[in-house]
């Protein structure tokens, strides 16, 4: 499936910048429709600074990289590499250890889960 | 060898036992041939979940220079406290040394 917002329909539509081009497919993704794995190779976001080690006290970033139900989201969808994804996955183990973070959420927040 | 020690303990205690708790684990380490780099405790904090029935404790964070050997004696001694509800030993590169502001959540 071809998303058709992004694909110029004939040669005088200018082609669409690659970054917008992936920024487009991710938010756009619809439920239920496979993505498609042709976008432009994106740089890890941990080795785009370099980064040497991740803190596991360093909360608010480790949160971005949950899902809401606390658990760890999946490369695929944040695009970091297996070895910052590595470092990420033990920070988060180690949060989660002194508590930091919860092993698992919605159960306790949300009161309509039963 | 550094080490990064944090650990939680009770949020029951007054001041004056918390004080004394800290001393502890400072006697623990020094007693293990060890010494403490740098002290920083973040005060009363909310745990995620739920430790032994609490749902706050008192968070420190300390660096310290230990002799590898010696890891495993302060572990037990920080298991054998009761007022430590969790602790959690992490090396540390000395090359990599970046100070994370506490965040203070509440």
Same mark, same amino acid.
């Given at each position: ?6 694909? =110029? ?13 992936? %920024? ?5 993704? *619809? ?6 794995? /042709?976008? #432009? #190779?994106?740089?890890? =976001?941990?080795?785009? /600074? ?14 971005? &990289? ?6 760890? +989201?999946? *490369? ?8 910052? $994804? *590595? ?5 988060? %183990? ?7 973070? =919860?092993?698992?959420? /919605? ?8 | ?5 944090? &650990?939680?303990?009770? #949020?029951?205690? @007054?001041?004056?036992?918390?004080? !004394? ?19 920083? @405790?973040?005060?009363?904090? *909310?745990?995620? &979940? =739920? ?15 230990? #002799? ?10 920080? +298991? ?10 992490? %090396? ?5 040394? !970046?100070?994370?502001?506490?965040? /203070?959540? $509440?």
């Amino acid at each position: 499936m071809e998303d058709t917002k992004t694909t =110029p329909t004939n040669g005088t539509t200018p082609k669409p910048a690659p970054e917008s081009r992936a %920024k487009n497919s991710t938010n756009n993704r *619809r439920p239920g429709v496979r993505f498609q794995a /042709q976008r #432009p #190779p994106r740089l890890c =976001p941990f080795c785009e /600074q370099k980064v040497k080690t991740i803190d596991y006290k360093n909360v608010e970033l480790l949160r971005h &990289y949950l899902t809401d139900h606390g658990k760890i +989201k999946p *490369r695929r969808k944040v695009g970091t590499c297996a070895k910052h $994804q *590595r470092m990420l996955a033990n920070a988060i %183990k180690r949060a989660r250890h002194v508590a930091l973070l =919860p092993f698992v959420t /919605q159960s306790l927040r949300g009161e309509s889960a039963s | 060898m550094l080490y990064e020690l944090m &650990y939680i303990a009770r #949020p029951t205690l @007054d001041e004056q036992a918390l004080a !004394s708790l800290n001393d502890k684990v400072d006697k623990f380490i020094t007693n293990a041939g060890g010494q403490v780099v740098k002290r920083e @405790d973040w005060g009363k904090r *909310r745990l995620a &979940y =739920p430790i032994a029935k609490c749902t706050e404790g008192f968070y420190s964070v300390l660096h310290i220079q230990l #002799p590898p050997t010696a890891v495993r004696e302060l572990e037990r001694n920080l +298991k054998l406290a009761e007022d430590v509800l969790r602790y959690l030993v992490t %090396k540390v590169d000395p090359r990599l040394v !970046s100070d994370t502001a506490p965040q /203070q959540e $509440q």
